[in-house]
């Protein structure tokens, strides 16, 4: 599948506000467009330190600011993009074959990420170089 960062977008959440809190509810298929095998949140990330810095093969995701902010670099080989989180209902939908860097951890911020398989390394592509050559035989197809 070829794809861009510009597949790569903000999904609206729900919430449900009362005097006692929120609560964000996310079902699989219904308000993410994949089924959710797997849940896992980044947290006591120290000050400066990046997360990421690979692309995935087949994977969805949606990543969540469940607490904090941080930025989602998003890179296809060819386009560039930023994208700030920092609402824990909002969600930033990340397709296959995207490189991806999460940076600007704030104090106690919390990335929790739900994902279409499960984990598999043979999944990942941890070599930019490996990547930009992925990405060019997907574009040739
Ligand atoms: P990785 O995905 O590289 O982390 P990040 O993108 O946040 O920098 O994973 C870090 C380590 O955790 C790596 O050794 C693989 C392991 N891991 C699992 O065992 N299962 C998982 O579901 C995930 C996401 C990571």
């Not at 729900?14 to 993410?32: C, L, P, S, Y």
């Not at 959710?36 to 990046?50: C, S, T």
Request: glycine fraction near 8%.
């Amino acid at each position: 599948m070829k794809s861009s960062v510009y597949d790569c977008v903000i999904l609206p959440l729900n919430k449900i506000h009362n005097r006692a809190g929120n609560i964000t509810i996310v079902e699989g298929q219904a308000n993410v467009p994949f089924e959710v095998k797997r849940i896992y949140y980044l947290y006591d990330i120290p000050g400066g330190e990046n997360r990421g810095g690979h692309a995935h093969k087949e994977l969805q995701q949606l990543i969540v600011a469940a607490s904090g902010s941080f930025d989602v670099l998003l890179d296809d080989g060819i386009n560039k993009k930023v994208v700030t989180l920092n609402r824990p209902d909002y969600g930033l939908m990340v397709v296959p074959g995207i490189w991806r860097e999460l940076m600007e951890f704030s104090s106690g911020a919390i990335s929790l990420v739900l994902a279409s398989l499960y984990y598999d390394e043979a999944d990942y592509i941890r070599d930019y170089n490996v990547f930009l050559k992925f990405k060019r035989r997907k574009n040739e197809k």
